[in-house]
């Protein structure tokens, strides 16, 4: 029934359709080949700056026929090269047209028509592919289907302007993975492109410098061949240089930046060379400032924060430029009631973009703030930067959410921060409702700013528990994402420290013994060191260790057996060596070690082993069990001289270690 409703509907959009247009398809199919060029002229000159016609045109089925004319041999020259124009015309209208086109296999056909001699029709499908290629619904992957491709487009660069501008342009498009690197690297990109970054035409520089952009992007290999390129006896560094003086267009200034940042954080560059402190940093903050269109304030900042991300001189030295901190406040207030924008179609697309502003404005405070505390002071100082990131939390962009809790952990590895700004407001609660139902990448920071709240220094810590986190962090450890079993473990082991035994009878009870003893043979090494934390703190004061020692010792003595014989790192044996010190330690507890001589066997091995930490660690042991002041040291004392505990003793006091001498 539906279908017969349906159907006057159809016809009576493909009448109008047919009355506007069909005219132009017939006369793709004359007998004469004069008519058919001036029909595919008629219809070049219809369909631009019309979208309305070009879909008309599409649904008609002009596509298939101008791409068969195209590829015809028969063809006239012209014809084939208008044939190329109009299909970038319809390529140029909406998403729904590029799809059609590459439905239709315009790519092959395109590429196919670059093995022609003639300039003109490479140029007209040159031009056609870059429209399509830029397009974001393009698979990129179509450019590599077919091996031979890269290497023509990498021959034809010489060929004029145009084929140079085109073609970089695609391959900056098209660079989207490090495989992509690598092939175009392989074809020799670096060394056919370069000489174009002094082209006359600034378009083709501009290609170039976008090509070398998404080249180097953390590739090593590709910046470590870059920064010993010359291009006319001058090296590409300072190519890059001369492109980011403040007398060139912005986007260039902007292109040579990332590619020098890029180069930097590949390690081809070094973090203090004059390039990158004198230059490059200056020439990122200076795109920060409001003077500059919105999208170049996002680029600047996004950069500037990926720049100095891993390097706490470059963060110091980009805090006092030019006022940077206080300069990022104004990414919040934008576009503000008195902005000066009076393009409103500018003003409408700033609107619908301001969240990214603040993104990137977050991430660069992340950045800035990840190492130093002087400039974490100076962040939380500025006009209400706290109340800006609870707001971001709760965001309805999820890359604003996941910049803000970025900027969130950033300031709160600062002990200060955490005892001030953090409680006064309150950021604990945001932050756990952000955990409640957030996609794994906002998650992994989230949980990993709670490992710091709940530092036993935090003032949020308590507030936090009363929440009822215990479960939710329980949770994160049996997830399949490493990072995030790690900060679930992580944030349960902060919790566990110095805590109330009720809480640390509710972390053994929630997370339930099975899942400890899974994550105690975690394949993931940084699992398993925060599990032995956890367990070390649970066993720490006395009526707690014979308390869980009672209730699970077998289990726990198990798990150090195995970890104790496997193939493990020093750090995770130490660790474990520690547990059964604390072990040793409890009044009932110890008995579980010393009515175990498999144990004490291993104890006594690791008291002989080359490694001091594993020595002091399995002396601690021995020194806990044979404590004087305890009830039963002395029967304790005999059996371990029976073992042979006195002679290594006595080995370990000529130790040349003072730690291990003295224990």
Known sequence: MACLLEAPLRISVLSEVTATSRHYVDRLFDPDPQKVLQGVIDMKNAVIGNNKQKANLIVLGAVPRLLYLLQQSSSSLELRTECAVVLGSLAMGTENNIKSLVDCHIIPALLQGLLCPELIFIEACLRCLRTVFISPVTPVQLLYTDPTVIPHLMSLLSHSQRTQEYITQIFSHCCKTPEHQTVLFNHGAIQNIAPLLISPSYKVRMQALKCFSVLAYENTQVSMTLVNVLVDGELLSQVFVRMMQRDQPIDMQLTAAKCLTYMCRAGAIRTDDSCIVLKTLPCLVRMCSKEHLLEERVEGAETLAYLMEPDVELQRIASTTDHLVAMLADYFKYPSSVS?????????????HAHELRQAAFKLYASLGSNDEDIRKKITETENMMDRIVSGLSESSIKVRLAAVRCLHSLSRSVQQLRTSFHDHAVWKPLMKLLQNAPDEVLVMASSTLCNLLL???????????????ELLCSLTQSDSPALRVNGIWALMNMAFQADQK?????????????LFRLLSDPDTNVLMKTLGLLRNLLSTRPHIDQIMSSHGKQIMQAVTLILEAEHS??????????????????????????????????????????????????????NLIWNEEDGSQERQDKLKEMGFVDILHKLTQASDPNLSDR
């Open 340 to 352: 000066a924008i009076t393009d409103i179609k500018r003003l409408d697309h700033d609107l619908k």
């Open 456 to 470: 036993e220094f935090s003032p949020s810590k308590e507030p936090i528990l009363e929440s009822g986190v215990i």
């Open 503 to 515: 809480v640390k009878v509710e972390i053994v009870r929630c997370l339930g013994t099975e899942q």
């Open 570 to 623: 020093i750090e995770v044996k130490e660790q474990t060596l520690c547990i059964l010190a604390n072990i040793a330690d409890g009044n009932t507890a110890k008995e579980l070690i010393m009515t175990n001589d498999d144990m004490l066997q291993k104890i006594k091995y690791y008291m002989g082993h080359s490694n001091v930490k594993l020595q002091l660690a399995a002396t601690f042991c021995i020194s």
